[in-house]
């Protein structure tokens, strides 16, 4: 089992930034991907950013250069730094584990303003 934790949301003002942090307990060992995941209103959830255990990584286009996931050297937490924020952004931010079984977080809402 992986448990996982969410943290960092918030409202800001388009062109701000915010960190979100994912802490994960359990079978750690078993993690193969983490990342995270959006959804906003109306939209499907979409895949945000990816990081693997050999430290591949995958963006969504639409956030490519603004955005940057990272983890810990224990694989214990991982990070979405988000910049130059756009109300596009708008969405509960969910961090994501894939193991045996994919495992999720609460989700922590994320406003963007104009």
């Known amino acids: 089992q992986v448990h996982l934790v969410e943290s960092g949301g918030g409202s800001v003002q388009a062109g701000g930034s915010l960190r979100l942090s994912c802490v994960a307990s359990?079978?750690?060992?078993?993690?193969?991907?983490m990342g995270w995941y959006r959804q906003a209103p109306g939209k499907e959830r979409e895949l945000v950013a990816r990081i693997s255990t050999t430290d591949r990584i995958t963006y969504a286009d639409s956030v490519k250069g603004r955005f940057t996931i990272s983890r810990d050297n224990a694989k214990t937490r991982v990070y979405l730094q988000m910049n130059s924020l756009k109300p596009e952004d708008t969405a509960v931010y969910y961090c994501?584990?894939?193991?045996?079984?994919?495992?999720w977080g609460q989700g922590t809402q994320v406003t963007v303003t104009s």
């Open positions: 359990g079978r750690i060992a078993s993690i193969y991907f």
């Open positions: 994501n584990a894939q193991a045996l079984s994919d495992y």
